[in-house]
């Protein structure tokens, strides 16, 4: 058993700062890294691109970032573990085995985790009495069947311990948890077992930590935001874990931003719903139970996180078609810019309403006034308001007319129109989010070790 590990973060979303995995393997010393690519909308989006060509569905950035950083984790031993595979990770191990080809690398083995997609399998798994219901609105996910994109199990740390097990140095997932990435290492590495629930809670929290990337680490700071140094440089953060389940947050010296007990705070509210009851497909982590430290010079200890038993029961996130929506803007400047918006919005619902047609719903927004606070913002007088108008329906052709109404504005409407934001808005596909849960025992995962 090792007396310790570095478990660093590559990547908080899909289209994250590119050159951060470059940073983490190469300004510094870590064991793993690890990537998160997936997020509810992701797996929609790649699934469509594997309907179109069956050989994408991957988060084909990780093949770019992997012709960077092959060399590193080859010569410094470095594991890389991803769920960049999306929907297709089989497509997305055999572009890095061309990298390594192209790059002359031999001896690496590549983990794949498959069983999560479960698309295939809806009609089967409904027959055979898994209902599958909304986990809000309790509808099952039989009424939208037909129109479902994508269905994902968030399956969890095991069956990257087993690739772990098998030699794999680099490990591609679906829709393994962002908190799995993390939490696996650290099982691997200091022989945790299946009902050690609170060392399972520490590394759940650990990946929690990890899985937004420069967020735990300066980025987003809502806090003195304007102390942060070097920002351009922002280090992403590292997990140096320990056997009884306590770790530090840092970053590689050098790199910018902060690692404090403010901006690990604040990573740790992210998204977490119960704080007493945080469910992965691992463990229940209580947040409440979580102990800071800071130590200085970007070190924050965590430390006293309790756990319970998982649930009987994987989350699916499947998404489905549901109508088209399209949005444009026109910017309006002073004097009076607020109120020419207003008038603005005013004269093209009626225009909308004398053409007959309808919408599912239609908003509107005064970017720079209440955009991002709504009607609680101060009502100034600013210099300029961008009026943002959105309609969602099921019919395309009402949509579509809709989108030739909002250039005419121009001249037929208030004055002062800046800045025209793009022309004609185009309908685009609305994606519906779908949570259900699911029998653990219906899923079935898989893992691949193949070596080049």
């Known amino acids: ?21 470059l940073q983490q393997v190469s300004r510094g010393p870590i064991d793993y890294l690890v990537m998160d690519y997936l997020a509810e909308v992701t797996m929609s989006i790649l699934q469509k691109q594997r309907m179109r060509n069956p050989d994408l569905g991957y988060a084909r950035d990780l093949v770019d970032v992997c012709e960077e950083i092959l060399p590193y984790l080859v010569e410094r031993g470095i594991t890389l573990i991803t769920n960049g595979g999306g929907v297709n990770p089989i497509a997305a191990r055999d572009r890095i085995f061309e990298v390594a ?38 509808e099952p996910i039989a009424s939208v069947k037909d129109r479902l994109l994508s269905a994902n199990v968030y399956t969890g740390a095991w069956p990257l311990v087993e690739a772990l097990r098998q030699g794999a140095q ?82 590689h010296e050098g790199t910018g931003g902060a690692v404090t007990r403010e901006t690990v705070s604040e990573q740790l509210m992210y998204e977490i719903g119960d704080p007493t009851m945080y469910i992965t497909p691992d463990c229940i982590a209580d947040f409440s139970s979580i102990h800071l430290e800071d130590l200085g ?53 009626k225009r909308l309403e004398m053409l007959g047609l309808s919408f599912d719903e239609i908003r509107t927004e005064y970017v720079g006034l209440n955009a991002c606070h709504g009607p609680i913002a101060k009502q100034i007088e600013p210099n300029e308001v961008m009026m943002r108008i959105g309609v969602r329906g099921h019919d395309k052709s009402a949509i579509e007319r ?19 934001s793009g022309g004609r808005p185009k309908p685009s596909d609305v994606v519906a989010y779908f949570p259900a849960l699911l029998d653990k025992r219906v899923v079935e995962m898989h893992v691949q070790v193949d070596e080049i």
């Open 297 to 349: 010079n970007d070190r924050v200890r965590v430390y006293g996180i309790t756990g319970k038993p998982y649930t009987p029961s994987y989350k699916v996130s499947a998404s489905y078609l549901d109508g088209f929506v399209a949005f444009g803007s026109l910017t309006y400047s002073a004097p009076d810019a607020y109120e020419k918006a207003q008038a603005a919005d005013a004269i093209l619902r």
């Open 101 to 138: 080809r192209k790059l002359g690398v031999k001896g690496l083995k590549i983990g794949v985790v498959t069983g999560d997609d479960i698309l295939p399998r809806i009609s089967e798994l409904v027959d055979e009495g898994h209902e599958l219901r909304h986990m809000e609105t309790n």
């Open 402 to 420: 809709f989108s030739k109404e909002l250039a005419p504005l121009i001249l037929t409407g208030p004055p002062s129109v800046t800045g025209f």
């Open 1 to 21: 058993m090792k007396s310790s590990i570095r478990i660093a973060s590559g990547q908080g979303f899909w289209g994250d700062l590119q050159s951060a995995p």
């Open 170 to 251: 680099i490990i591609i997932t679906g829709r393994t948890t962002d908190t799995g990435l993390t939490l696996a290492p650290m099982i691997h590495e200091f022989g945790w077992g299946e009902q050690d629930w609170d060392l399972l809670a520490a590394g759940t929290v650990a990946g929690h930590i990890n899985e937004c990337g420069a967020q735990a680490s300066g980025g987003n700071f809502l806090g003195d935001w304007r102390s942060l140094k070097n920002m351009h440089d922002v280090g992403f953060p590292i997990i140096e874990a320990y056997p009884d389940g306590s770790f530090v947050v840092t970053k």
